[in-house]
């Protein structure tokens, strides 16, 4: 705009017209910024091909670690032996970067079915341990199969000892942390009850591992079926079928429902007091965590969920959970879930690392365990507006019932009966910086908008005051000069 070039009329036309547009822009993002943002947040955040959310979903957005402890057995040549508790000592971690991508996507909204590809590194700086390091363990092959002789008539069970005898059982197994957690190791056992095929034993192999075959495998974990969030924001993330179907099967009634997040997509607009579930697919079932605290990260105000005493709940606390009890099997005392059904049947267990928040029984027939509330907890620190995890570390034990069973040579003579603790897997992951600055700058969005439309406002009015002032003493540019060219006119 040129102002020599302009009347007098016509810039009041802009200044007053600017300064107007000005305040109504700045009225509308004071009062009501916060209300388009939420509304906006709503188109942008739900799930779909090339959405916002896509990218930071559809592949790992943050690095995240998985850790394996693994328990050596330092006195197996003891195991008869009643003047010695068996000891064991917690090798590791052995840390691997985990790196995780979607494959196969289904788009049905609201959902959405995957499969998910989990890549392993070796990160030898991030571990205390070498891949070679020799670990003992009791020999859970040889427990399985006793496991499964008790319930039949015992010249079966003798039949079964002599083919454990015959096939390679044992009282321990010595291997390398390398074999346990990926790369497999060859069991007899094992081999000679795959070719059995029976329906009650689906062993496909005559190796196995802890995670063996899960390195750049997209099916180990099954597919998720999962609520995308469109329509409604309060179920996004929420897993609606695992495998194709609503219940996983392993557990009865609820405990075998589907149930929860798998801890990447999380519902929005959480109450303080609500629980939060996480699917696990290794363990076919749901563990609750309950907030415990507010928390500041980063800079950014946070709850803090933890798992609790209820957690692993087998309904001695809550009556609603018993059902995770597993049919003609004892019932674990609180603290230490059966796994048998995810197990193929054999006396598994999970539990929180070292038997934490479990009654003391369980270690009272072994030594070399410790639990530490600060260190054998699961947490997540989760930002409640839009429920985006900020922190989480999440660990779970597995150990094996080691039991005396006159039926059974190896295991006639066992001194004490106890739980062994076989490994703990550990996964860690934090926001990297450009996530939080993100988080960060969409929290802050609302107000930021409201100081925008408050800085407009302010600008409007005033250029609307300095406008009135001008024209009251007359100063417009060029405001003198036009009028004396008016008189000029008007008086030649």
Not at 44 to 70: E, G, H, K, Q, R
Not at 321 to 337: E, I, L, R, S
Request: proline letters at 5%.
């Amino acid at each position: 705009m040129c102002c020599n070039c302009c009347s007098v009329r016509q810039q009041k036309i802009w200044v007053f017209g600017l300064a107007g547009l000005l305040l109504i822009v700045g009225i509308v993002l004071l009062s009501g910024w916060p209300s388009i943002f939420r509304q906006w947040m709503r188109i942008i955040l739900p799930l779909a091909p090339n959405s916002f959310m896509y990218n930071n979903w559809v592949t790992t957005p943050t690095p995240i670690y998985t850790s394996f402890y693994l328990f050596n057995w330092t006195n197996p040549h003891d195991l008869n032996n009643t003047n010695v508790k068996p000891n064991f000592d917690q090798i590791g971690p052995y840390t691997f970067s985990d790196y995780k991508v979607k494959e196969d996507l289904l788009w049905e909204q609201p959902e959405v079915t995957y499969y998910g590809r989990r890549t392993f590194h070796f990160m030898p700086e991030l571990s205390r341990g070498r891949l070679d390091d020799v670990i003992i363990t009791p020999p859970f092959p040889t427990l399985t199969a006793a496991r499964y002789a008790r319930q039949y008539h015992r010249l079966l069970r003798r039949i079964i000892n002599f083919a454990v005898n015959r096939e390679g059982g044992g009282t321990f197994m010595k291997y390398t942390a390398g074999e346990w957690i990926f790369d497999g190791i060859y069991d007899r056992l094992i081999d000679f009850a795959g070719k059995l095929h029976s329906p009650l034993i689906p062993i496909n192999s005559d190796h196995f591992a802890w995670f063996y075959q899960r390195n750049n495998s997209k099916t180990a974990e099954g597919n998720y079926t999962i609520h995308t969030g469109q329509g409604d924001l309060r179920q996004m993330g929420e897993l609606q079928m695992w495998n194709g179907t609503t219940h996983t099967g392993y557990y009865q009634g609820e405990c075998g429902r589907v149930n929860g997040s798998t801890g990447e997509l999380w519902a929005q607009d959480r109450q303080y007091d609500e629980t939060i579930s996480i699917f696990l697919s290794d363990a076919a079932r749901y563990i609750n965590m309950h907030t415990v605290s507010n928390v500041t990260m980063h800079g950014i105000d946070a709850w803090r969920y933890e798992t609790t005493e209820l957690s692993f709940d087998n309904g001695q606390l809550n009556p609603d959970t018993k059902c995770f009890c597993v049919t003609n099997h004892q019932c674990p005392k609180n603290g230490v879930v059966d796994f048998s059904p995810a197990a193929y049947h054999g006396p598994i267990y999970m539990s929180h690392p070292h038997f934490h928040m479990t009654d003391a029984s369980y270690r009272e027939n072994t030594t070399g365990l410790r639990p530490d509330a600060a260190e054998h907890g699961m947490h997540i620190i989760m930002e409640p507006t839009l429920s985006i995890p900020i922190s989480l570390k999440g660990q779970v034990m597995i150990s094996v019932l080691v039991s005396r069973d006159e039926e059974i040579d190896y295991l006639k003579d066992v001194a004490f009966d106890h739980y062994a603790p076989l490994f703990v897997v550990q996964m860690r992951a934090e926001l990297d910086d450009r996530l939080l600055s993100l988080v960060k700058l969409a929290l802050n969005a609302a107000q930021i908008g409201q100081f925008v439309g408050l800085g407009l406002l302010l600008i409007g009015l005033a250029m609307l005051i300095g406008g009135v002032i001008v024209t009251k003493k007359h100063q417009w540019h060029n405001e003198s000069q036009m009028k004396q060219n008016d008189e000029v006119n008007l008086h030649p």
